[in-house]
């Protein structure tokens, strides 16, 4: 959560659009980022986010609409009058320079004198957890090793915010999940405001104080991980934020979301409980995870969804695998189609 006093800035965007001759990137999107969160632009590819962060850091000029930084008009502030430290996975590293060097750039730029540069650059590269490598070559260190010294080189001037864009997409999973973790206790120990962008989900909802949905240059919702997860405002939302098992309703142009460990699947339909709804099911797989079970089901028009159980289904019928599935209304959203 971010902290009561931050050093971190506020960011404002109102109604900013960017239109290219035969696109349109982003479309009148609106976003309040409060001082010192950690929000994530989360949204499949296209959908807007990095011309979002490149119209907050001035890589890219508005076609409509205004940026606000702690209040202040930034829609004609250069972008190193913004002083924001950027993480994108294109900025590469200086290969000549050793991972001190490189991380005294920014400093060295802004004139700050020797002994301060070499106390600062200590203190960025401890956050980072990169002491002993002051003297390697950025050639010498591991993809996340170096996303290590791209950040303690954008943290070293102390911004009030940091963009990072996509920063772990070319790291291994494991590798990824590491930086994860260090990247959310950077959060918490330096109290900035950072925005982060990614197209994957359980990154987003692992790091995030909140999260804004992208898709096709709008934002479609903007919350804390929970708060999309049960109470999603739109069938994208809902599909695109965990797992869930999406059914029809013919008569209202509506569908129902219904999440994994929220259904149950049952041997007959006249075992549900009063006032619940059921669908026939055939379920296709049956996985034990250890910590429970995971269903594989298709619905009746071939629609698959998927369901969690702590128990087996000991009645299943190895031929048949007819189940129904049931739900209860309150804990599954009914959405526009
Ligand atoms: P994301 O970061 O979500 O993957 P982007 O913000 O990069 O998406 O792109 C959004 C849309 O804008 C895409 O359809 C992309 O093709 C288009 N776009 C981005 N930059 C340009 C550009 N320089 N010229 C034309 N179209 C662009």
Known sequence: MAKETTAGAQIRLEGISKH????????????DIKAGEFMTLLGPSGSGKTTTLN???????????????????????????????????HYALFPHMSVAANVAFPLQQRKVDKAEIAQRVTAALEVAGLHGFESRLPAELSGGQQQRVALARALVFEPRVLLLDEPLGALDKKLREDLQLELRRIHREVGRTFVFVTHDQEEALTLSDRIAVFNSGKIEQVGTAQELYDTPKTRFVA?????????????????????????????????AKPGMPTVPVTV?????????????????????????SNTGLEWLGEAENRAFLTWAPAVAPELPA
């Open 239 to 271: 599909e695109f934020i965990g797992d869930s098992t999406v059914i029809k309703n013919d008569s209202s142009n509506t569908v129902t979301i219904v999440r994994p460990e929220r259904g149950q699947l049952l041997a007959d339909e006249s075992s």
């Open 20 to 31: 290219y001759p035969n696109s349109i990137a982003l479309d009148d999107v609106s976003l």
């Open 55 to 89: 119209l907050i850091a001035g890589f890219a000029s508005l076609t409509t609409g205004d940026v606000y930084i702690d209040n202040k008009l930034m829609n004609d502030v250069p972008v190193h009058k913004r002083e924001l430290g950027i993480v994108f996975q």
């Open 284 to 308: 296709r797989q049956a996985i034990y995870l250890g910590s429970g079970w995971k269903f594989e089901i298709v619905l009746p028009d071939g629609t698959p969804g998927v369901i969690r």
